[in-house]
Nanobody
Framework: QVQLVESGGGLVQAGDSLRLTCTAT????????MGWYRQAPGRERELVAN???????NYGEDMKARFTVSTDNAGNMVYLQIISLKPEDTAVYYC??????????WGQGTQVTVSS
């Protein structure tokens, strides 16, 4: 079983920076992809950024300029660094992991609220 716990969200002001952390535990050996999605009120969940086991990354549309995804050396934490936050970044940010069996796991999400 895989458990994902996000942290680092909160209320910030426009222009601030933030780093979200996702800690993965359980059967996470040889995971394929880890990353972040977000869902704003009334909108569909969208890709922010993914990183694969080889360190390759891909970003959602218009995300690459201000979002950076990375992992720790042990491979059980994934980070999302966000700079120059905007009110439209307000959303619940979810951690996602695709395991060696191609099963997808989700965290419970962490709320990011950006005030103008």
């Amino acid at each position: 079983q895989v458990q994902l716990v996000e942290s680092g969200g909160g209320l910030v002001q426009a222009g601030d920076s933030l780093r979200l952390t996702c800690t993965a535990t359980g059967n996470i050996r040889d995971w394929r992809i880890m990353g972040w999605y977000r869902q704003a009120p009334g909108r569909e969940r969208e890709l922010v950024a993914n990183i694969n086991a080889l360190g390759g990354t891909n970003y959602g549309e218009d995300m690459k300029a201000r979002f950076t995804v990375s992992t720790d050396n042990a491979g059980n934490m994934v980070y999302l660094q966000i700079i120059s936050l905007k009110p439209e970044d307000t959303a619940v940010y979810y951690c996602r992991l695709v395991d060696v069996y191609a099963h997808t796991h989700w965290g419970q999400g962490t709320q990011v609220t950006v005030s103008s």
